[in-house]
C-alpha cells in the first residue's frame, strides 16, 4: 500500500514563489529505486508531466515550461519529496499532483506512474 500526500498549495501572485511537499508512505517503508514525478492539471486542460526526481541519487528532470524555475529535491529521512516554483505565472494556475513509478527510467506520461496522491490548487494571480 502507498500513500502519497500533497501540501503547500494556495494563492500567491505573479512572480512569487511556492513549496510543496508530497508526503511518501508504503509498506516496504523505502522508495529507494522509485522515481518521484510532479504533473499538474489545470482547467480543461489534460494532465501535463512538471518534472522528475529519481529517489536515488536525485537525479532531476524537468518540463521545458518549468525549467530554471522549478526544482524538486527529496529527503530520505523523512521520506517527502519537494517542488520548489520560483517566478511563479497564471499559467502555472492548476492541481498539482505527485506521482510514484517503480522503474528507473523517468516518464513524462501520467500512464507511466502507478501511484498518485489527491493533488494541491496551486493558483497565481496577474
Known amino acids: 500500500q502507498v500513500q502519497l500526500v500533497e501540501s503547500g498549495g494556495g494563492l500567491v501572485q505573479a512572480g512569487g514563489s511556492l513549496r510543496l511537499s508530497c508526503a511518501c508512505a508504503a509498506s516496504w517503508r523505502t522508495f529507494s529505486g522509485y522515481v518521484m514525478g510532479w504533473f499538474r492539471q489545470a482547467p480543461g486542460k489534460e494532465r501535463e508531466f512538471v518534472g522528475a526526481i529519481r529517489w536515488t541519487g536525485g537525479s532531476t528532470y524537468y518540463a521545458n515550461s518549468v525549467k530554471g524555475r522549478f526544482s524538486s529535491s527529496r529527503d530520505s529521512a523523512k521520506n517527502t519529496v519537494y517542488l520548489q516554483m520560483n517566478s511563479l505565472k497564471p499559467e502555472d494556475t492548476a492541481v498539482y499532483s505527485c506521482?510514484?513509478?517503480?522503474?528507473?527510467?523517468?516518464?513524462?506520461?501520467?500512464?507511466?506512474?502507478?501511484?498518485w496522491g489527491q493533488g494541491t490548487q496551486v493558483t497565481v494571480s496577474s
Open positions: 506521482a510514484a513509478d517503480r522503474n528507473y527510467v523517468i516518464a513524462t506520461a501520467p500512464s507511466g506512474y502507478d501511484y
